[in-house]
C-alpha cells in the first residue's frame, strides 16, 4: 500500500477485556513504532522494533502490553486487561531505518474503554 | 533524557494573521529538531526539519530555526489560511539519547475565515 494502514480504526471495549490492534507499515521499511496518544497529551513512545533486532520496549506502560512483528513487517499491540485509562489513539509509524527520518504515520486506532 | 516542552493551545487565529508557535527542548549532545502537523482524520506528517545550530526548516510557507542558545525551535507562518488548522507537534531525536523520536504535547491550530 501507499501508507502505514492501522485497523481497527476505532475500537470500543469493556473493561477486563483483551484487544488487538494491527499495524500494516509501508512495505520495505524495516523501523517500526508503536506510540500513544491521550487526550490533552503529546505522543508517548511504547515500542519499537527494527529488523530482526530484539524490540526496544522500554516504553510499553506495563505487562498488560505486548507487541510482536511477524516476518518484519505486520504488527500486533495487545492490551490484555483493558483499563479505562489504556484509552487513546494508538499510533503506528515506520520509517525505512531506526533513526532516519520521516517517519510514516497511520491514522491510528481509537480505543474507548468502558 | 531528552524532553520538548511546547505552548498549550488551542491557537485561534483568524486568517492571514501570523503564527507562532513556540518549542523548547533539552537535550545533551547534538539533537536533530523536527515539526509535525496532523490535519484533521489524518496521520501525522513531518512538516520541516533542522539538523543542526541556526538551520532554517521551511516548507508551505512554515519556518522554524534552531537556535542551540536558546534550546529553541519556533514555528512561524506569515499568513495562515484555514487550511492549516490542525495539530502541530516539535519533536527531537539524536543527541546523546539516541534515534527515538521525542515528541511535545501538541498545539491546535485554528485558523478562522
Known amino acids: 500500500g501507499a501508507g502505514v494502514s492501522q485497523s481497527p480504526s476505532n475500537k470500543v471495549t469493556e473493561k477486563g477485556k483483551d484487544v488487538e490492534l494491527r499495524c500494516d507499515p509501508i512495505s520495505g521499511h524495516t523501523a517500526l513504532y508503536w506510540y500513544r496518544q491521550s487526550l490533552g497529551q503529546g505522543l508517548e513512545f511504547l515500542i519499537y522494533f527494527q529488523g530482526n533486532s530484539a524490540p526496544d520496549k522500554s516504553g510499553l506502560p506495563s505487562d498488560r502490553f505486548s507487541a510482536e512483528r511477524t516476518g518484519g513487517s505486520v504488527s500486533t499491540l495487545t492490551i490484555q486487561r483493558t483499563q479505562q485509562e489504556d484509552s487513546a489513539v494508538y499510533l503506528c509509524?515506520?520509517?525505512?531505518?531506526?533513526?532516519?527520518?520521516?517517519?510514516?504515520f497511520g491514522n491510528g486506532t481509537r480505543l474507548t474503554v468502558t | 533524557g531528552n524532553s520538548v516542552t511546547q505552548m498549550e493551545g488551542p491557537v485561534t487565529l483568524s486568517e492571514e494573521a501570523f503564527l507562532t508557535i513556540n518549542c523548547t527542548y533539552t537535550?545533551?549532545?547534538?539533537?536533530?529538531l523536527f515539526w509535525y502537523v496532523q490535519y484533521p482524520g489524518e496521520g501525522l506528517q513531518l512538516l520541516l526539519k533542522?539538523?543542526?545550530?541556526?538551520d532554517k526548516g521551511s516548507n508551505k510557507g512554515f519556518e522554524a530555526t534552531y537556535r542551540k542558545e536558546t534550546t529553541s525551535f519556533h514555528l512561524e507562518k506569515g499568513s495562515v489560511q484555514v487550511s492549516d488548522s490542525a495539530v502541530y507537534f516539535c519533536?527531537?531525536?539524536?543527541?546523546?539519547?539516541?534515534?527515538?523520536?521525542?515528541f511535545g504535547g501538541g498545539t491546535r491550530l485554528m485558523v478562522k475565515p
Open positions: 509509524a515506520s520509517s525505512s531505518l531506526h533513526g532516519v527520518q520521516p517517519l510514516h
Open positions: 519533536a527531537l531525536s539524536g543527541g546523546n539519547a539516541g534515534n527515538m523520536l521525542t
Open positions: 533542522a539538523t543542526k545550530a541556526d
Open positions: 537535550a545533551t549532545g547534538y539533537p536533530s
